[in-house]
């Protein structure tokens, strides 16, 4: 099992090489997931893949955000410049841009993010015939989820990757707006403020406190999964993955190297090693000031799993002085690393010219020139030959033995020297590190993309004159209500549609929702669903892909985070939806944008309180109800029958609902409403709008319904659009705007 270990900067880098990582992640200073690090320079990259794979360490690329249309060149220059670098895999959350690859770069090795929410066989499934060589499953899966979609990757020919230890995101990765639609930092883009790590009051529908075991309600402990090692390994996961590129080198030292202690350990004995002292825990506490769970790994919940008074552990200074000298002990010692190579060269009249070198392991490069003349001025001796062969400079070699074959009065200029040492130590890196096969030139790889680019249909946006209006509703009757008031169709979570027939009058106009979050145990009864109503929404491309192949046509749930146009030609050619909905962080011309490249018929969102976050962890397990203690019985809980909002330190309430399994739903404060805009919506070309309704009761689902079917109709006939009564009671989101 692969030990995959941070790297936020150059000296985490050496301190994660000198830790004994197998493999070590990093990003660059755009498009990717920690923005917020420090990051490694592009130019400094090809010099650190060098030294990491003199180590026998692999390096992957964070590609990791979701990409806008203005972005999709520079992504795909980046990719083909890493990829030129030596780096062994990119890993990648957009859609298109995994398509996009896969046309363009198919020699590239594709690692699938956390971000693209994959914890189902058939999203696994899916990507595997996309060509995705690894994907990084969601943190919320339990040792029993893990081996199962260890055992379905092994049998569909992709690696599986799981999250070992280090900071938990208290939503499904990838699905989380809270930044976003709360401050504009995308988490998606990997500028996430973390608001789950604020304090909060729980309350009620009557605002009245509730009170809780502490006001972290959605800040988790930090996962460890150092117990749980040798399960891991003898289920299959590929790589053990450990967070934390916002970590010092001191914390990625002290992690990475308990981690590889145990996993040395394991592999040295049958059975896993004996719990004889606390000398790992207490290590990997000292590294960071937060208290460590096994987490989803043994369904750890409520205390055991969140950090309700963010208890700081109680590590001595003493014990963190330790670790900052071993780590930078480490990173001084990494950092001026020099593999020892030995030269052997001919410089023999009317022989090729060659020069070969070595390493104590056997690895070789070679370099063979033109036959070698006699000195038309004056002859080279071996002293000065040897001089040009070990001018190695910067890099991370230095000549050992030395052997040199020359005859007397040869000619040959110092530049033929210096070529041919530059040219053998090419020769060793691509045999030694890439089977002999050097890296492709980007300029190959971008040119390609710039064709397929050129390829895409361009055409003028036609104002969407008629678009269809969408409810998403939260119950049958909210669904009936806004039916009636105009929509033309409602959406509703396929739970809520089990005993419904789809043939009847009540189902009529329904769309059954598949879940964002949706394990195995849960999808034959929505694809029942599905199947009985004959239409679905998807919200994973497991849920599109098993939607295509049993002819239920569906549409693309916003989850998705389509952002561009690549992504939705690619959810075009690979599953057809009907429908699109556009991710809720484009601006208004970035929508316009992916309409110009794109047939497909879309829709973004109008108005209504957009879902924030989807937690694993019970929201209401913080409660401190001792006459109504949660009893695990989710379907059946008491606490669910009122309703909450957690609100912050500014007033702001952002309303909680629970699901039967357990799942907390949160939902924005402030309500989008873009009727403002509506005549730049209908412009934009989206042909269907979206009102977010859940949490809305009957008559107020009806009431926004009909107040946007009068809007659609003023607009028609230059009429006078019905704007809310206070706009400083609602958003516009990032229609304006755009996100950072």
């Not at 062994?88 to 198919?106: H, T, W």
């Not at 004056?378 to 074959?405: C, I, R, S, V």
């Not at 404060?669 to 805009?677: I, N, Q, T």
């Amino acid at each position: 099992m692969e030990l995959l270990a941070p790297a936020g900067n150059k000296d985490a880098f050496y301190a994660a090489l000198g830790s004994g990582a197998d493999a070590i992640f990093l990003g660059t200073d755009s498009l990717n997931a920690r923005r917020l690090a420090q990051n490694i320079k592009q130019s400094e990259l090809a010099d650190l893949v060098r030294l990491a794979h003199l180590h026998d360490t692999k390096v992957y690329l964070t590609l990791n955000t979701v990409v806008l249309g203005a972005e999709f060149d520079q992504a795909i220059e980046l990719a083909a410049s890493a990829w030129k670098d030596g780096v062994d895999a990119i890993i990648v959350q957009d859609f298109g841009l995994i398509a996009r690859l896969r046309e363009c770069m198919p020699q590239v090795r594709i690692h699938a993010s956390t971000q693209m929410n994959i914890h189902s066989s058939d999203s696994l499934r899916a990507l595997a015939e996309l060509g995705v060589a690894r994907v990084t499953l969601s943190r919320e899966l339990s040792l029993s989820d893990i081996e199962v979609l260890a055992a379905v990757g092994h049998e569909a020919g992709i690696e599986v990757e799981a999250f070992g230890h280090g900071a938990l995101c208290v939503s499904y990765s990838g699905q989380c707006l809270f930044s976003s639609l709360v401050g504009r930092r995308s988490a998606n883009r990997g500028m996430c403020a973390q608001p789950c790590r604020l304090p909060y009051e729980l309350i009620d529908h009557r605002s009245d406190v509730h009170e809780v075991k502490g006001p972290y309600l959605l800040s988790p402990k930090d996962l460890s999964s150092i117990d749980y090692l040798q399960r891991l390994e003898a289920a299959g996961v590929a790589s053990l993955k450990i967070e934390g590129r916002m970590k010092k080198p001191n914390y990625v030292a002290a992690v990475v190297g308990t981690y590889r202690a145990v996993l040395n350990e394991l592999s040295s004995k049958s059975t896993a090693p004996e719990k004889d002292s606390s000398a790992p825990e207490q290590t990997l506490t000292d590294a960071f000031h937060r208290a460590l769970t096994a987490g989803y790994l043994n369904n750890q919940h409520g205390e055991k799993f969140m950090d309700y008074h963010r208890v700081k552990n109680e590590s001595t200074p003493q014990a963190q002085s330790a670790l900052n000298e071993q780590a930078k002990r480490l990173v001084e010692e990494v950092a001026s690393f020099q593999q020892e190579l030995n030269f052997a060269s001919t410089i023999k009249v009317g022989q090729p010219f060659t020069v070969e070198v070595s390493d104590a392991q056997g690895n070789k490069g070679h370099f063979e020139g033109s036959p070698v003349e006699v000195a038309r001025t004056k002859p080279l001796t071996e002293p000065e030959a040897k001089a040009q062969l070990e001018k190695l400079g910067n890099t991370p070699y230095k000549m050992d033995a030395f052997h040199l074959e020359i005859d007397e009065g040869v000619g040959m200029s110092y530049s033929a020297i210096n070529k041919a040492r530059r040219e053998a130590i090419a020769d060793y890196e691509a045999k030694r590190f890439f089977a002999g096969s050097p890296r492709v030139e980007a300029s190959i790889n971008v040119s390609r993309n710039k064709a397929l680019r050129d390829s895409l249909p361009m055409r003028k946006v036609k104002r969407s004159l008629n678009p269809e209006i969408v409810a998403v509703v939260g119950s049958l009757s909210a669904a009936r209500a806004a039916l009636n008031a105009g929509a033309n169709e409602t959406h509703l979570n396929a739970w809520l549609l089990g005993e419904v027939e789809a043939d009847s009058l009540e189902a009529e106009g329904i769309v059954p929702v598949l879940p964002r979050v949706a394990k195995n145990d849960e999808l034959d009864t929505y694809y029942g669903i599905a199947e009985r109503f004959g239409r679905a929404v998807c919200s994973t491309l497991g849920q599109l892909a098993t939607c295509l192949q049993r002819g239920i046509p569906a549409q693309a749930h916003w989850s998705l985070n389509v952002t561009n146009a690549y992504a939705a030609l690619a959810l075009q050619n690979h599953y057809a939806p009907t429908r699109i909905w556009l991710s809720p962080e484009l601006s208004g011309r970035q929508i316009a944008m992916i309409s110009q490249r794109s047939t497909a018929s879309l829709g973004t969102a109008l108005f209504g309180q957009q879902e924030v976050m989807v937690t694993e962890a019970c929201i209401l397990e913080g409660l401190t109800d001792r006459d109504n203690p949660c009893t695990q019985a989710c379907l059946d809980c008491n606490r669910r029958k009122r309703h909450y909002a957690l609100r912050d330190k500014k007033g702001y309430c952002f309303p909680i609902s629970t699901d039967p399994f357990g799942r907390s739903h949160i939902y924005n404060s402030v309500p989008l409403d873009l009727s403002s805009a509506l005549d730049e919506l209908l412009d934009s070309g989206v042909g269907a709008l979206r009102l977010d309704l859940e949490n809305a009761l009957n008559t107020q689902a009806a009431k926004e319904v009909a107040r946007a079917r009068r809007n659609l109709i003023a607009m028609a006939g230059d009429g006078e659009v019905e704007l809310p009564r206070r706009p400083d009671t609602v958003t516009k989101g990032h229609f304006f705007r755009g996100v950072v």
